[in-house]
Structure formats: structure tokens, C-alpha cells
């Protein structure tokens, strides 16, 4: 059974960071590119970033370009976002989310149950 | 970069068949494929289907997706309606050359 189970989500004051963790199982995860999409409280999905299955393609939304740093750690099973210079605008339920291929493919198949991040002083 | 655009809310009843349309604003729709993902109330999304009208193992065949060219739209359709389909729907698509990811708003829908 395909897990993904985030962490590291909190309560940050405004231009501080926060690094994301997600753990997979279930998979093969170096197979797999990986994604970190968002949901602002009531609000639609937005896609953050996504990782091809050896790091070799980033690729960021406009919206967090040059703020946030995706990775992972195939040896580990493990996907992370790093978030820099955070903003009230970035508080959102954040999920990990699994490609359907290797190469990044844009869609997801699996969504982890998310870690909430909220961003207040 | 284009917009796709869903209904707010849809509300059918139990049994019957209802459709959930996403019109993209600019572009074709078949340029890049559309997938459907089921968002049950304090849940997480799941994928219902991919690739225009794939169905993940798993979700029943009385969940089908389709594209118009004419109308620059993709549809999903859900028959013989039950409780558990209320959710709400969100379709997604992307430009691979930019990249560029897109959701749907999100469709409300509502089984009575």
C-alpha cells in the first residue's frame, strides 16, 4: 500500500523558514517523480513544486520561485520543501503527491494526508 | 498560461447521472492531458481519473472522463449517483514546456 506521510508544518512568523518532510512507502520512490501541492484553509488546490525521480529536473510555481527548494533523498525514502521567507500568503495545508512516471508528468496518482503550515506573527 | 474554470456546485440525486464540466480559457484542451481528483470533506485528494478518461484501479467504472474539442472543455461523469460520490471535484492540467501546473477551482457536489 502507497504511504506518504508529511511533516515538519507549525506555526512561523512571517519571512522565517520551514523545511517539509515527507516519508513514502509502499513503492518503489526512486522510480517516481514527486510533488508538493498546497491548500490555503477552504480554498483550491495550487501546485507548489515537482522533482523528477533523480533530482535532475526542478521545477517551481511562479508563486514561490526563488523562496522555496524541493529535494529528496532516495536513500532515505524521503521528499522535502524547503521554505525560505515565508509569507501569510504561503499558510496552506501542504501534500506530498506521487507522478504517475519517473520524468516529471505534472499529475499525481497518490496524496499524502498533508502537514498544515500557518504563518503569522 | 491558461485557466481552467469549473461550476461552483452541482446537485443530483441518488442514482441519477450528473456531469461536472472544466473550460479551459485559452489553448486546446487536448494539448496536455486532464485529470479528475475526488476531494471527500476533511480528506485528502485522490485521483479519479487520469489521462482525459483513465481509470486508477480501484475507482468504479460509473466514473468517466471525456474531452471536447469543440468546446475546449473536459467533462467527468458520474452514474447511479451515490452518497458517498458528495465531494468536491477538482480538475488539473499543465504545460510541460513552461511548466506550468493548473486546478480547476473546484465543483461542489452535492447528492440528495
Known amino acids: 500500500e502507497v504511504q506518504l506521510v508529511e511533516s515538519g508544518g507549525g506555526l512561523v512568523q512571517p519571512g522565517r523558514s520551514l523545511r517539509l518532510s515527507c516519508a513514502a512507502s509502499g513503492f518503489t520512490f526512486d522510480d517516481y517523480a514527486m510533488h508538493w501541492v498546497r491548500q490555503p484553509p477552504g480554498k483550491g488546490l495550487e501546485w507548489v513544486s515537482g522533482i523528477s525521480w533523480n533530482s535532475d529536473t526542478l521545477d517551481y510555481a511562479d508563486s514561490v520561485k526563488g523562496r522555496f527548494t524541493i529535494s529528496r533523498d532516495n536513500a532515505k525514502n524521503s521528499l522535502y520543501l524547503q521554505m525560505n521567507s515565508l509569507r501569510t500568503e504561503d499558510m496552506a495545508l501542504y501534500y506530498c503527491?506521487?507522478?504517475?512516471?519517473?520524468?516529471?508528468?505534472?499529475?499525481?496518482?497518490?496524496w499524502g494526508r498533508g502537514t498544515l503550515v500557518t504563518v503569522s506573527s | 498560461n491558461f485557466m481552467l474554470t469549473q461550476p461552483h456546485s452541482v446537485s443530483e440525486s441518488p442514482g441519477k447521472t450528473v456531469t461536472i464540466s472544466c473550460s479551459c480559457s485559452s489553448g486546446s484542451i487536448a494539448s496536455n492531458y486532464v485529470q479528475w481528483y475526488q476531494q471527500r470533506p476533511g480528506s485528502s485528494p485522490t485521483t479519479v481519473i487520469y489521462e482525459d478518461n483513465q481509470r486508477p484501479s480501484g475507482v468504479p467504472d460509473r466514473f468517466s472522463g471525456s474531452i471536447d474539442s469543440s468546446s475546449n472543455s473536459a467533462s467527468l461523469t458520474i452514474s447511479g449517483l451515490k452518497t458517498e460520490d458528495e465531494a468536491d471535484y477538482y480538475c488539473?492540467?499543465?504545460?510541460?514546456?513552461?511548466?506550468?501546473?493548473?486546478f480547476g477551482g473546484g465543483t461542489k457536489l452535492t447528492v440528495l
Open positions: 488539473q492540467s499543465y504545460d510541460s514546456s513552461n511548466p506550468f501546473v493548473v
Open positions: 503527491a506521487k507522478d504517475f512516471y519517473g520524468v516529471l508528468r505534472y499529475y499525481f496518482d497518490y
